[in-house]
């Protein structure tokens, strides 16, 4: 299972650069889990415990209130981790985490980690640019939450999930209207009238799977 982790780990984009052996000191360290479909594997709130590191799956990072509304954070494959913060500051988990799709993460306890990254100092510094990255993305977020219109985020979130070919984009994946509205922090008859309306204009196609986009969205809607 180590050798799992070790791959696992080397996946991902700031623990790549360090060197096999001193991964496999942390990998020695860590268990295997599997997650089935729409589990939830942290709830907002609860006891921080181990690092997560995303072996195989997808999962998403949402926020809830009481009265059920959800905003999604962020989605998450293989090559990335989660859970973090609560092993820095000892804080409860800041948000909830659930499996899309059937996951296998490796869980390193706090201490081991803490342990790690005493003797290898420098590592640390692969987890710092992590949650730098991060802050950035969440000052972009919130920035388009505070500074556009409904259509401004929606337009954005797009072109985020799309990936360019020739002259069109492609969101391979199609989310449903209520995920964007859960984005972007709307109703999702908002997202489906907008969507609606780029599709009889032409500038998009929906597809069964797919979210083709033909060409450049109008500026405002």
């Given at each position: ?40 594997i942290i ?71 803490k342990a ?106």
């Open positions: 299972m180590s050798n799992e982790t070790l791959q696992g780990l080397k996946k991902v984009p700031y623990f790549s650069e360090i060197a096999d052996a001193a991964l496999a000191e942390l990998a020695s360290c860590a268990a295997i889990k599997t997650y089935p479909k729409n589990s939830v709830r907002e709130g609860d006891e921080g415990g181990a690092l997560f590191i995303i072996l195989s799956g997808k999962v998403q990072a949402y926020l809830s209130s009481a009265n059920g509304r959800m905003v999604i954070l962020s989605t998450q494959g293989s090559g990335s981790f989660f859970g973090e913060l609560s092993l820095l500051d000892n804080e409860p988990r800041s948000a909830s985490i659930t499996a899309l799709e059937p996951t296998i993460c490796s869980l390193i306890p706090r201490a081991a980690l790690w990254l005493k003797d290898h100092p420098d590592c640390a510094f692969s987890i710092i640019r992590s949650l730098t990255q991060r802050i950035r993305s969440l000052t972009e977020n919130v920035r388009g939450l505070a500074l556009s219109d409904v259509y401004g985020r929606l337009v954005k979130v797009l072109f985020d999930m799309a990936v360019e070919n020739e002259k069109e984009w492609i969101i391979q994946e199609k989310p449903t209207h209520q995920d964007l509205a859960n984005i972007i922090g709307c109703s999702r008859e908002m997202v489906s009238r907008i969507m609606k309306d780029l599709e009889r204009g032409g500038y998009l196609s929906v597809l069964r799977k797919s979210v083709v986009i033909h060409r450049k969205l109008p500026p405002s809607w």
